[in-house]
């Protein structure tokens, strides 16, 4: 049987219009009943990454999750909510601030389901047919969890390209723990995907749902450009979800790291054509002009000790724009190698300590850290446009068709 995903419209936020769309989107899957049996434990774990309020389109919107948690419970599930939020949930304080600001405190306090912070240390949990991390902490509660319901945001990411479904589940290694990840891959993101591919084998979510009503371009995840993508997308497979997300998106599956390394070690499915869509078609929905953030393939060519000689020249760097920033220090506290400091009251980065996780970019609330590209790379891109450019003039002029 084909795996499958469904795909429905849904173009704002009004709770009435994400109910049924949400609803719908389940049923083309066979119903919440298939997924959620009478008194089991259920845990939905949202896009929660730090403290921003539901129209930035940074985190899964707060209607969404309540639809999912209605159905849910009206199929006898006893529901919770769980997330370790990259920054602003490290404390009970910033926790509830965060809960409030992102809307989740009103579904907490609407549907009745509770709040599980994923804190450390979790539960070592061994992965079968690993391929780089063969031993992972997961948050207890998702452990203990007879059914997760996994809710992620369609959204860009600087290393990953892309952050949908099985990115989100990287929010289940708990808390401060997630460092130790980010520290061993590195910049690399071949390596950062085969690790969300061994979080995924530990995770095995039983359903995923994709908040795609607005979401994120270019350079996401949250200093991207906001738009209305009108779509909810669900799966029982998620890296089926992100590759029907990339076709919605209009860019190859083969783009994404996590998708290709999915194809290699036979994880999900990622070729559209043994994909069953259900809904309407990913053509009915393409997003016109979706920007993946700049990284380019060249880069991912390059033999790693080139690649580390040259990293600065080579790749996008963090950078500040010093008139926004509120010295509110939260890149300071989440940089996991110390690259980011307080000099005289000024930010530095340190690029030779900089391992370019981003995370600094995906947790600066003003926006204020961007990144940009090293010398070199800008130099070949220029080249490569200028042969463009003048290969397509001689065809012109020799009278090719284009
Ligand atoms: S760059 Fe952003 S995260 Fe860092 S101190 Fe300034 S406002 Fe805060
Ligand atoms: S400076 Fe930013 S991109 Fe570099 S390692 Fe620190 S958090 Fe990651």
Redesign the pocket.
Known sequence: MKTTVAIVRCKDYTPSEVRAAVREAVDLLGGMGRFVPPGSRVLMKPNLLASWEPDAAVCTHPTILQSLLELAASSGGECSVGDSPAVGGDTPGALNRLLKKTGVQDVLADTDAAMEFFAAPGTEVDIEGAAVFHRIPIASAVCRADVVINIPKFKTH?LMRLTGAVKNLFGCIPGRRKVGF?LQAG?NPSMFAQMLLDVLMAVRPALSVMDGVWGMDGEGPSAGRKRQFGVILASEDPVALDAVACAVAGIDPMEIPVLRLARERGIGETDLKEIEILGVSPEEVRIPDFRLPARGDLVSRIPTPVYRALRNQLVR??ALKARRCTRCNA?VR???????SRIKGRLR???S???????????CPEHA?Y?RPGMIKIAVEAAQAVAKWTSDLLKREAGYPG
């Not at 900089?354 to 995906?362: A, G, N, S």
């Open positions: 600087a980010h910049d760097s963090p890149c989440i940089c996991p190698v110390h690259a980011v980065f340190d690029y300590r900089c391992i370019r996780c981003y995370c600094c970019q995906e947790v850290i990144t």
